[in-house]
């Protein structure tokens, strides 16, 4: 049975830091990534890692503040998000995927599995 499951969303003040996690089971893949949909925005790719190699792709919204990660041993997947900003606001999805992108880091096309999300609130 596959499952991705996130967690690690929550409030945060703006400027401040929040670490989601993902973990992918039953199946075997080729890169993992991270989607976020604010309200009443289309959902929008933020950041995607290919597995085996560790080539790792970030939106321009989020290059330079947030970092991907994953640890293989617990097929887990990480964003560390640091100076967050009220734009951040959005529910956050974890997706296996086919491959990454150099524009956008990921696209939905490209999803396999969707995780269920997890709520980021920042407030200002």
């Known amino acids: 049975q596959v499952q991705v499951v996130e967690s690690g969303g929550g409030l945060v003040q703006a400027g401040g830091s929040l670490t989601l996690s993902c973990t992918a089971s039953?199946?075997?893949?080729?890169?993992m990534g991270w989607f976020r949909q604010a309200p009443g925005k289309a959902r929008e790719g933020v950041s995607c890692?290919?597995?085996?190699?560790?080539?790792?792709y970030y939106s321009d919204s989020v290059k330079g503040r947030f970092t991907i990660s994953r640890d293989n041993a617990k097929n887990t997947l990480y964003l560390q998000m640091t100076s967050l900003k009220p734009g951040d606001t959005a529910m956050y999805y974890c997706?296996?995927?086919?491959?990454?992108?150099?524009?956008?880091?990921?696209?939905?096309?490209?999803?396999?599995?969707w995780g269920q999300g997890t709520q980021v609130t920042v407030s200002s």
């Open positions: 039953g199946l075997t893949f080729y890169a």
């Open positions: 890692l290919v597995w085996e190699y560790g080539t790792i």
């Open positions: 997706a296996v995927v086919k491959g990454c992108r150099r524009e956008g880091a990921v696209k939905e096309y490209d999803v396999r599995y």
